[in-house]
């Protein structure tokens, strides 16, 4: 991360989108400010898994519907390739499959083209604040996805994966509660940088890839109160 003015940090962003009115409007926002950096533009999923080999965002926006491959693929090259990476999906495919295929291979948030509201800039700044940006149609349905029947109990090996330490519990439980990442790292008297640390472990133990999806699985685990 760079500076800008010699004090405020700088968020590079990468971009992957083939309709051009779109990304020419995505990177006139991400250019409009002066905290992000667009590192790149790629039209086309090639153009971004040889482009992602060697520039590594700190934010990577991408679309699904790329003409050569699926967004999918760009996604989970993506995640493998620069696990810090915050990926923010931003299509016009709203369905389940669509939307629990990103979240698997690794996106942390997930908008509807047709239901932007406001500027991604806001988008791009929540993410990067641990926040996990889902337009309100894709919220309801992972909401309802991860309320759905449990299939069978898990084993007692299974169930012991799941288990969290006091002090994940104390985290997630802040969390789920609206505290900020900052201010969950204030309560616990630790870093903000040990609160990331500690919900990377919660995430694997609980086979999820966002804030958003360990609440819900915590709850529905009773993990969490």
């Known amino acids: 991360m760079e500076a800008a003015s010699g004090t405020a940090p700088v968020t ?3 971009l992957v989108e083939d309709d051009r009115e779109a990304r020419a409007r ?4 991400i250019r409009s ?5 667009l ?23 991408v679309d699904l519907g790329l003409p050569d491959i699926s967004g999918l693929d760009v996604v989970r090259f993506a995640a493998s390739r620069h696990p810090d990476c915050d990926i923010l999906v931003v299509s016009i495919f709203g369905d389940e499959a669509n939307v629990l295929a990103a979240l698997e291979a690794g996106a942390r948030g997930y908008l509807l ?5 406001r500027d991604i800039v806001l988008d791009i700044r929540d993410i990067r604040n641990g926040g996990s940006p889902l337009s309100p149609i894709i919220a309801r349905q992972v909401l309802k996805r991860l309320q759905a029947p449990s299939r069978e109990p898990l084993a007692a090996e299974a169930e012991a994966d799941t288990t969290l330490t006091p002090r994940e519990s104390e985290i997630l439980n802040a ?3 609206g505290f900020s990442y900052a201010e969950t790292a204030v309560m616990l008297g630790i870093s903000v940088g040990t609160v990331h640390t500690f919900l990377k472990r919660i995430y694997r133990k609980l086979a999820v890839h966002s804030k958003t999806e ?12």
């Open 12 to 14: 590079r962003v990468a």
């Open 26 to 29: 995505l990177a006139a926002s």
């Open 33 to 37: 400010q002066r905290s992000l950096q």
């Open 39 to 61: 590192v790149a533009e790629y039209a086309t999923g090639a153009e971004a898994l040889a482009g992602l080999e060697s520039v590594a965002p700190e934010v990577l926006l």
């Open 113 to 117: 083209k047709g239901s932007l509201q």
């Open 175 to 177: 969390i789920s509660r």
């Open 214 to 225: 360990a609440v819900f699985e915590a709850n529905r685990l009773g993990l969490i109160r």
